[in-house]
Structures are given as structure tokens and as C-alpha cells.
T-cell receptor, first 113, second 115 residues
Framework: DGGITQSPKYLFRKEGQNVTLSCEQN?????MYWYRQDPGQGLRLIYY???????QKGDIAEGYSVSREKKESFPLTVTSAQKNPTAFYLC??????FGQGNTFGSGTRLTVV | AQKITQTQPGMFVQEKEAVTLDCTYD???????LFWYKQPSSGEMIFLIY??????QNATEGRYSLNFQKARKSANLVISASQLGDSAMYFC????????????FGTGTRLKVLA
């Protein structure tokens, strides 16, 4: 079955460390996204990519970095510059069709210890 | 600027009854899409329904329908014949047709279906 795989499901990070969240899709979708979800704030866009080797900052990109070397993969690195990284991170993808909703992964819960 | 507003943080509904979840939006783009997603306690977001700004009829998908009132800039989700499995967070989202793939989400409404 086609879908999006996020790993790991839970991740613990010490302060000052960089960590990378994995996102892989086998849906042949062009666009991929990273969202951050905090309680009571809905989803906020971190980065998105419309094609391979191209990506744009979302609303809260500071302290995060991404790459899109392959169509299937869009990893997110949470750097030590991100002051409050504890959150639930969701990866999504969508085809190049305006009326199609995002398909989401099951998320990664990151906790700073 | 784009904005999505969901004013109901939580809702209760009796099983088998219908419920309406409110969503208002703001955009200056004449072409846009409106989406609803369901997030169960497992965390995964599930796409439910889509309404295009130029669609003449309200969208329907099974027990879900979207009450689209363009002049009021509202896109309310109606769930008919509620089931216990409908208990979840529901998010309204919008995407403008201005060439990017950027979506904006509301803060969500938590729905609890009572037996």
C-alpha cells in the first residue's frame, strides 16, 4: 500500500544536539511538507518542497533545515538553534493537483530532555 | 493574508445525531481550496473532504458534507449520523491557488461522540 512513513515515532534529544526526522513516501507525490503541532495551536508549516532539489521556508523555519535530494524523501533536521523543539512533527505529501488534500504520516513526537 | 478560524475548541454530540463544526476563512485570492482533516488520538491526519472556491455545489463524501457559504467566508463541516469512531480533532485548512503548495490550518475542534 502507498503511504508516508515517518521515523522514529518517539525521539528524545539532549539540549544542544541536532536530530534528523525521517519522512519517506511511495505515492509518487511531487510536493512534501513538514508541520509542527503544539497543543491548542493547530499545525504550523515549517518547510515545504514542490520538486526535487527545491524547498521553501514556511512560517516557522528558524532552527530547522531540510533537503530534497530524492522525490521520495524529505528529512527534517532540528538544529540546536531551535529554542523550543519539543512538539509533534507531521510530514505530508500531495500530488500536483490543486483539489487533492495532503496525505500525512503518523508523526514523530520529539522531546528535549 | 490567509487565515483560518475555528472558534469551537470542543464539541459534544450524541451518537447517531448530526453535528456541525465551524470554520471561517480569510483570503484575497479569488481561487482557493478548503479542506477538512480528522486527527484521531493516534496522531495521524486523515483527509476528509475538499471544496473549491468556484464549485457551485457543496461537497459531500459519505457522512461528511461541507456547508460552503462563500459570501460569509465560511466552510462548515457537517457530520451526519455520528458514530463513536468520529471522536477526534478536526482541522479546517485552506490553500490559495497562487502557485504555491502552501496550506494554512486552523487550531482545530475536538469532537466527542457520546453513547
Amino acid at each position: 500500500d502507498g503511504g508516508i512513513t515517518q521515523s522514529p515515532k518517539y525521539l528524545f534529544r539532549k539540549e544542544g544536539q541536532n536530530v534528523t526526522l525521517s519522512c519517506e513516501q511511495n505515492l509518487n507525490h511531487d510536493a512534501m511538507y513538514w508541520y509542527r503541532q503544539d497543543p491548542g495551536q493547530g499545525l504550523r508549516l515549517i518547510y515545504y518542497s514542490q520538486i526535487v532539489n527545491d524547498f521553501q521556508k514556511g512560517d516557522i523555519a528558524e532552527g530547522y533545515s531540510v533537503s530534497r535530494e530524492k522525490k521520495e524523501s524529505f528529512p527534517l533536521t532540528v538544529t540546536s538553534a531551535q529554542k523550543n523543539p519539543t512538539a509533534f512533527y507531521l510530514c505530508a505529501s500531495s500530488p500536483n493537483l490543486f483539489g487533492q488534500g495532503n496525505t500525512f504520516g503518523s508523526g514523530t513526537r520529539l522531546t528535549v530532555v | 493574508a490567509q487565515k483560518i478560524t475555528q472558534t469551537q475548541p470542543g464539541m459534544f454530540v450524541q451518537e447517531k445525531e448530526a453535528v456541525t463544526l465551524d470554520c471561517t476563512y480569510d483570503t484575497s485570492d479569488p481561487s482557493y481550496g478548503l479542506f477538512w482533516y480528522k486527527q484521531p488520538s493516534s496522531g495521524e491526519m486523515i483527509f476528509l473532504i475538499y471544496q473549491g472556491s468556484y464549485d457551485q455545489q457543496n461537497a459531500t463524501e459519505g457522512r461528511y458534507s461541507l456547508n460552503f457559504q462563500k459570501a460569509r467566508k465560511s466552510a462548515n463541516l457537517v457530520i451526519s449520523a455520528s458514530q463513536l469512531g468520529d471522536s477526534a480533532m478536526y482541522f479546517c485548512a485552506m490553500r490559495e491557488a497562487s502557485g504555491t503548495y502552501k496550506y494554512i490550518f486552523g487550531t482545530g475542534t475536538r469532537l466527542k461522540v457520546l453513547a
